[in-house]
């Protein structure tokens, strides 16, 4: 199968390369203001991954990723994509910031 479609695999590769690049290149013009925190690329980025990160914590039915009076609320949006991929960064023990890397690599392939 790999032979038949392998023009497609290395643009799926690329494609990849391609999301992951720009935090790659932030990080080095940043140099030592760098501070551990990828910038956002699309302007909806920090708040699924602050469900995520909420999934990963235990509190995947959150009302609201980013205060914790209301983690016990209902949803804000439908949980069930954040608690999926919540699951490997638990498994693997990544932190959100390798996670976000992998994902934006994989994904998108």
Same mark, same amino acid.
């Given at each position: @199968?790999?032979?038949?479609?392998?023009?497609? &695999?290395?643009?799926?590769?690329?494609?990849? !390369?391609? @999301? !992951?690049?720009?935090? $790659?290149?932030? #990080?080095?013009?940043?140099? /030592?203001?760098?501070?551990?925190? *990828?910038? #956002?690329? !699309?302007?909806?980025?920090? $708040?699924?991954?602050? #469900?995520? %990160?909420? +999934?990963?914590?235990?509190?995947? @039915? +959150?009302?609201? +990723?980013?205060?914790?009076?209301? /983690? %016990?609320?209902?949803?804000?949006?439908? *949980?069930?994509?954040?608690?999926?991929?919540?699951? =490997?960064?638990? &498994? $693997?023990?990544?932190?959100? %910031?390798?996670?976000? &890397?992998?994902?934006? $690599?994989?994904? =998108?392939?």
């Amino acid at each position: @199968m790999i032979k038949k479609h392998w023009a497609i &695999l290395i643009l799926a590769i690329f494609i990849g !390369v391609l @999301m !992951v690049l720009p935090y $790659f290149y932030f #990080e080095s013009r940043l140099g /030592k203001d760098y501070k551990g925190i *990828f910038p #956002e690329i !699309v302007n909806d980025e920090f $708040f699924y991954y602050a #469900e995520i %990160n909420d +999934a990963v914590s235990g509190h995947f @039915m +959150a009302g609201n +990723a980013y205060l914790w009076e209301h /983690k %016990n609320e209902l949803p804000q949006s439908i *949980f069930l994509t954040e608690y999926l991929l919540a699951q =490997p960064i638990k &498994l $693997f023990n990544l932190d959100i %910031n390798t996670a976000r &890397l992998i994902y934006n $690599f994989l994904l =998108p392939i």
